[in-house]
């Protein structure tokens, strides 16, 4: 009897944890074992094999290995993820900066500037796609109308600047995450701190240079990795704005991806791309984990 | 209390794995039948189409179902339908997913692409319903057959392409519509416009599929007689007869290029609806469009069709010789998933709509339906005088219609094609023979992959 409710008592995490494990099972271990298995299969759908799925090894890896849009998207991909990431972390420094000083309005400004990273980013994407517009859109008038330009841009139709204007938005979307998280940061460093910089006579740039920055360095650390792991997994901005053009322009690796299953039919192909993809995500993820348990550690 | 919260966790965790089962197990049990209501028994068919979006086929399509439904209360009919660029995207995820629309709207050319998908093939074979004498009245369905299987009927509507123009604006430029004949004839009327500071017409270039298929259809096709494959896109489908670097299909991709971006006479849009808004808006004269598009024009404005007049797609010279316009005959055609659970309901609506009492349906909106017998009838011609010319032009301007081939590799190919034209037919201005060149080559590799 004793030894009965002791297995009990032991089971009962078990118990409340299942709900859980029963969806992540489902809905991403299942997914995820399903497509390495894809990666070493002939899953050509264009093409169906008299032999059905066959087993073909490395092949689908060697193809995409091969191929020079994969390559191009890589480019792209590391691109888009240097710009946006440097971008929104910069921009949501200042801001949090700005956010942590005292101003009348000051609890209003932190809440407004959190309505970008609340916006559905599909619904982002289509205001933007009004504002980029060549002839009645708001960028054009405004720049033509300061001086700026002399003609109209056509912002998602160049080849050369249809992906700096997806990193914009990107950028624009993603800002208010940091400044939330630095500023977070930014309150728990003590004021004591920056007390004994004042009597010491350190200026502003002094105060960030050598107490703010440091302070905040671990919740940095942090933010970008998220911001670099979220960025590797972005589809719907590139995808809602350009859909990967101009000329694969803005053909990120998720839209690779997609395009290579969806549309050339070639999931075995398009599943060794996700697992290269997958496992490039899985390093990331790796150092933010170790980073979180030192974080613990110090604590 | 400690009872109750394990009740619950256990609770929660049978509906989740029943929930989660019952995700999985729906749509294999209504797989293998095929069964008639014959009755009063309440059923619902789910109809997938890529045109729902747009006004014109909204109403013909609700128009459709409320006409069928008065004589049928018994069948539902609940229609899904994205915008083009999602749509093929969704019925292939869904097809994937098991769990696709009991009757899918697609083009002809589409269909061995989806019936691809499952090694068994997607849809039914549609040969022990039709009879051969309804096949012959039907605009396309010759292009529904896919290795001697019928996979799907062509009972909507149907449209190739005309040059629209706006009568005011060529009167005021001193143009006879009748007179332009050829590429030469257009672009000369063209210039003209250009020359008071007015775009002639609006070309697609961008991510949109029109970017090739609008020169295509106007340039490439007629000359060349296939842009992918020579002899009107036929057989065979091997990577030594791809025909993309034809010195013709180059030849007219630099046409359209240097009308473009030389001549300046056509203002670079994303989207086909941006042409038609400033046609409509009397911004430019020209508009290559479908029967749909008065449809359209009736539902924007109707007073602007009285401003409205269409030619026919010219010809083209090359060499010194004439080509005439082939340009597809677009039938909306639609097939019957095999996990239909009523096929032959399904079969028994998609009939009906051939019949002259739908198919007035849909010419009152605009489009022409695919009846010939109905779309040549006294009645259809007074009624519907600028959709009907476009009929006339397929007798008496057009030659063999041609559609792109009907591959499953048709989506990468047509992407390869898609790249190169956002390169050539945009500010880019990338070298025609070039594009065209490595067009060809990735066209060989997809179609000399095992």
């Known amino acids: 009897m004793h030894k009965n409710v002791k297995w009990k008592k032991k089971m009962e995490p078990y118990l409340f944890l299942a709900p859980l494990m029963v969806i992540i099972f489902a809905f991403l271990l299942i997914p995820v074992i399903k497509a390495a298995v894809m990666s070493f299969q002939y899953y050509y759908i264009a093409k169906p094999s008299a032999d059905g799925n066959y087993f073909v090894g490395v092949e689908n890896y060697t193809k995409v290995l091969s191929d020079e849009y994969f390559f191009n998207s890589v480019k792209v991909t590391v691109l888009y993820i240097l710009v946006t990431v440097m971008g929104r972390y910069l921009i949501g420094f200042g801001s949090a900066l700005l956010l942590n000083t005292k101003f009348l309005g000051r609890g209003l400004a932190r809440a407004l500037i959190i309505i970008p990273w609340a916006v559905p980013e599909v619904v982002a994407c289509l205001v933007w796609i009004l504002m980029y517009d060549q002839d009645y859109g708001v960028i054009n008038y405004l720049l033509n109308n300061a001086g700026i330009l002399s003609y109209n841009i056509a912002y998602l139709q160049d080849v050369s600047i249809a992906l700096p204007a997806a990193m914009v938005v990107n950028i624009w979307k993603g800002f208010p995450f940091v400044a939330i998280m630095l500023l977070a940061g930014m309150q728990s460093v003590s004021a004591e701190l920056y007390e004994a910089a004042d009597i010491d006579g350190a200026g502003s740039w002094q105060k960030i240079r050598y107490i703010t920055i440091p302070s905040i360095r671990p919740v940095s650390a942090i933010v970008f990795l998220l911001l670099i792991i979220w960025t590797i997994k972005d589809y719907a901005i590139a995808y809602v704005l350009a859909k990967g053009g101009p000329s694969r322009a803005t053909e990120i690796l998720t839209i690779y991806v997609q395009q290579t299953g969806f549309k050339y039919f070639d999931f075995g192909k398009a599943a060794a791309a996700g697992m290269l993809m997958l496992l490039v995500s899985l390093s990331f993820t790796y150092v933010y984990f170790k980073m979180l348990n030192r974080e613990e550690g110090e604590l | ?450």
């Open chain 2, 1 to 450: 209390m400690k009872r109750l919260h394990k009740f619950l966790s256990v609770l929660l965790c049978v509906v989740l794995i029943l929930s989660l089962a019952a995700c999985g197990g729906d749509k294999e049990a209504g797989g293998d039948q095929d069964t008639d209501t014959g009755g009063d028994e309440q059923i619902t068919l789910t109809f997938s189409t890529s045109v729902y979006v747009e006004e014109p086929h909204q109403k013909a399509i609700d128009g459709l179902i409320a006409a069928y439904n008065e004589q049928n209360p018994n069948v539902k009919i609940e229609i899904f339908g994205a915008g083009y660029d999602g749509y093929w995207d969704n019925i292939t995820t869904e097809i994937l997913a098991n769990n696709e629309s009991d009757m899918i709207q697609v083009y002809p050319e589409n269909i061995s692409t989806y019936h691809a998908i499952r090694p068994e093939g997607t849809f039914i074979d549609l040969n022990e319903y039709m009879d051969d004498s309804l096949k012959e009245r039907l605009v396309g369905q010759e292009m529904c057959d896919v290795d001697g299987q019928t996979l799907a009927i062509s009972s909507y509507a149907w449209g190739t392409t005309g040059i629209f123009y706006r009568k005011s604006l060529l009167e005021e430029a001193g143009i006879d519509p009748a007179a332009i004949k050829t590429q030469e004839d257009f672009r000369d009327a063209s210039l003209k416009f250009v020359a008071n500071g007015i775009y002639a017409t609006g070309i697609v270039s961008g991510t949109h599929a029109f970017t090739i298929s609008e020169w295509n259809r106007l340039l490439a096709r007629p000359l060349s007689n296939g842009l992918y494959f020579p002899n009107g896109e036929s057989e065979p489908y091997t990577a030594d007869n791809v025909n993309v670097s034809s010195p013709e299909n180059i030849w007219a991709a630099q046409w359209w290029q240097d009308y473009i971006l030389e001549d300046k006479a056509a203002k670079l849009v994303t989207d086909k609806k941006d042409t038609r808004e400033m046609f409509w808006n009397g911004d430019i004269p020209f508009c290559m469009d479908g029967p749909w598009f008065v449809g359209m024009t009736r539902e924007r404005d109707e007073s602007i069709l009285d401003d409205v007049g269409i030619i026919p797609q010219f010809d083209v010279v090359y060499n010194g010789e004439n080509y005439q316009p082939n340009p597809t005959n677009y039938p909306l055609v639609t097939m019957i998933s095999k996990n239909c659970e009523y096929p032959q309901e399904a079969y028994k609506f998609l009939e009906w709509m051939t019949t002259d009492e739908a198919q007035a349906i849909i010419a009152d909106c605009g489009m022409i339906p695919s009846n010939v017998d109905y779309s040549t009838s006294e009645e259809y011609i007074n009624a519907h005088e600028l959709e009907y010319a476009i009929v006339d032009f397929m007798q008496n301007n057009y030659t063999t219609l041609i559609a792109d081939p009907n591959i499953p590799q048709l989506g990468e190919i047509s992407q390869i094609m898609l790249d190169a034209g956002q390169k050539m037919f945009s500010e880019q201005a990338a070298d025609v023979q070039t594009e065209m060149e490595a067009a060809q080559t990735a066209i060989e590799e997809v179609m000399s992959r095992e």
